[in-house]
């Protein structure tokens, strides 16, 4: 079985059809035009916006937006660019982009981690203490979840659950798992709180004004090299698609996609940074093979690009948390019973980044066809 990625037809059909009778210079500017608009008219709703929390958080999704798919074109198309120009702008809408992000990411996973609390203790849905015997059967069940699920930082054993004053692990998780709410609330509000603070400082710079001018440049004139406005955009633009692409092949070839295909492999389980880093960097080439399909045939979306990217931003999502309960385990002084709760959360969170590489694979490996007895 040879893996395969989704928009091998770039080139196709459809994509010639768009980029008939067109210059690359016509196409390039003519899709930079329009995401330099619409970032201009999500910045403007965000300074209307005023004290409308909720208005300016969708007004700075859709300026990252669209910085996001200016800096992606400058990039894959940057032979067709005047490539000074455009280098120094991607640096700048990174700059931008990041800044406008942590904010986002913050509240997105404080409400990541307090839903898993929620649904690790069953709160809400927990029936009353049963007797004795009941107690001593969900006692073997927690042993079994306290050596072979709370393998993250922090995570005490079963015995340690029994010095919190609770020699059953569930009812140690239940115990940690209010102050462990606790002491993630604090955290993550406090980050995001600072986020809030960096990102409104970002939007009063001028360094944001000189990038916001840039922008605005763009929106009525693309700086393009001058071959653009020669070259048939049939000729110029799909080999350079094709080189994202082949990119984000090369890319998915080094990840253990032969392991990651099979569901509950344990391979993601272990926290380390160094096995995350392959995966987040396909995230960001999935993403540049997605917006080089929208510049060359935008009326033919790639629909399993974006299912992989919705997978990989999962698992990005989950590596976060995961390293944030982590961070919150090795807080001085904490409850056995915290500490062991954040272990549990710290788990479930890598459990889900191993389903999340698993739903990649699913989507990016060929299907083989189901035998018939």
């Given at each position: 079985?040879?893996?395969?990625?989704?928009?091998?037809?770039?080139?196709?059909?459809?994509t010639g059809a768009v980029l008939a009778g067109r210059t690359a210079e016509e196409v390039l500017a003519g899709y930079l035009h329009q995401q330099s608009a619409d970032f201009l008219r999500s910045l403007r709703l965000h300074r209307e916006s005023g004290s409308d929390a909720e208005?300016?958080?969708?007004?700075?999704?859709?300026?990252?937006?669209?910085?996001?798919?200016?800096?992606?074109?400058?990039?894959?198309?940057?032979?067709?660019?005047?490539?000074?120009?455009?280098?120094?702008?991607?640096?700048?809408?990174?700059?931008?982009?990041?800044?406008?992000?942590?904010?986002?990411?913050?509240?997105?996973?404080?409400?990541?981690?307090?839903?898993?609390?929620?649904?690790?203790?069953?709160?809400?849905?927990?029936?009353?203490?049963?007797?004795?015997?009941?107690?001593?059967?969900?006692?073997?069940?927690?042993?079994?979840?306290?050596?072979?699920?709370?393998?993250?930082?922090?995570?005490?054993?079963?015995?340690?659950?029994?010095?919190?004053?609770?020699?059953?692990?569930?009812?140690?998780?239940?115990?940690?798992?209010?102050?462990?709410?606790?002491?993630?609330?604090?955290?993550?509000?406090?980050?995001?709180?600072?986020?809030?603070?960096?990102?409104?400082?970002?939007?009063?710079?001028?360094?944001?004004?000189?990038?916001?001018?840039?922008?605005?440049?763009?929106?009525?004139?693309?700086?393009?090299?001058?071959?653009?406005?020669?070259?048939?955009?049939?000729?110029?633009?799909?080999?350079?698609?094709?080189?994202?692409?082949?990119?984000?092949?090369?890319?998915?070839?080094?990840?253990?996609?032969?392991?990651?295909?099979?569901?509950?492999?344990?391979?993601?389980?272990?926290?380390?940074?160094?096995?995350?880093?392959?995966?987040?960097?396909?995230?960001?080439?999935?993403?540049?093979?997605?917006?080089?399909?929208?510049?060359?045939?935008?009326?033919?979306?790639?629909?399993?690009?974006?299912?992989?990217?919705?997978?990989?931003?999962?698992?990005?999502?989950?590596?976060?948390?995961?390293?944030?309960?982590?961070?919150?385990?090795?807080?001085?002084?904490?409850?056995?019973?915290?500490?062991?709760?954040?272990?549990?959360?710290?788990?479930?969170?890598?459990?889900?980044?191993?389903?999340?590489?698993?739903?990649?694979?699913?989507?990016?490996?060929?299907?083989?066809?189901?035998?018939?007895?």
């Amino acid at each position: 079985m040879t893996p395969h990625g989704p928009g091998d037809d770039d080139g196709g059909p459809e994509t010639g059809a768009v980029l008939a009778g067109r210059t690359a210079e016509e196409v390039l500017a003519g899709y930079l035009h329009q995401q330099s608009a619409d970032f201009l008219r999500s910045l403007r709703l965000h300074r209307e916006s005023g004290s409308d929390a909720e208005g300016a958080g969708e007004a700075a999704r859709q300026l990252r937006r669209a910085a996001r798919r200016i800096s992606a074109t400058l990039h894959t198309f940057r032979p067709l660019t005047d490539e000074v120009w455009a280098d120094q702008l991607r640096a700048e809408l990174g700059w931008l982009s990041g800044s406008l992000a942590r904010e986002q990411a913050c509240a997105s996973r404080r409400e990541r981690l307090m839903t898993a609390l929620q649904r690790l203790t069953g709160r809400g849905e927990r029936p009353e203490r049963p007797d004795r015997q009941g107690r001593a059967e969900r006692g073997k069940r927690g042993d079994r979840t306290a050596t072979g699920t709370a393998t993250g930082p922090g995570a005490p054993s079963s015995a340690a659950a029994a010095a919190a004053g609770d020699p059953d692990p569930d009812g140690a998780l239940s115990a940690g798992a209010a102050r462990a709410g606790a002491l993630l609330d604090r955290q993550l509000t406090l980050a995001r709180t600072r986020a809030h603070s960096a990102a409104l400082q970002a939007l009063g710079s001028s360094r944001f004004h000189a990038v916001a001018d840039s922008v605005a440049v763009l929106a009525s004139e693309a700086p393009l090299a001058g071959t653009a406005g020669e070259l048939p955009a049939a000729e110029a633009l799909p080999p350079l698609a094709e080189q994202a692409h082949r990119q984000l092949t090369e890319a998915v070839a080094a990840l253990p996609l032969s392991r990651a295909g099979y569901p509950y492999n344990a391979a993601a389980l272990a926290a380390d940074q160094r096995q995350d880093s392959p995966w987040h960097q396909v995230r960001l080439l999935v993403r540049l093979s997605r917006y080089a399909r929208e510049v060359i045939a935008p009326e033919y979306a790639d629909f399993r690009l974006a299912e992989a990217g919705r997978a990989l931003a999962w698992h990005r999502d989950a590596a976060e948390a995961a390293a944030a309960a982590a961070a919150a385990a090795r807080t001085p002084r904490i409850a056995p019973a915290t500490a062991y709760a954040l272990g549990v959360l710290h788990a479930d969170q890598r459990h889900e980044v191993e389903a999340a590489r698993f739903a990649f694979g699913r989507v990016w490996l060929p299907r083989t066809p189901e035998r018939r007895g």
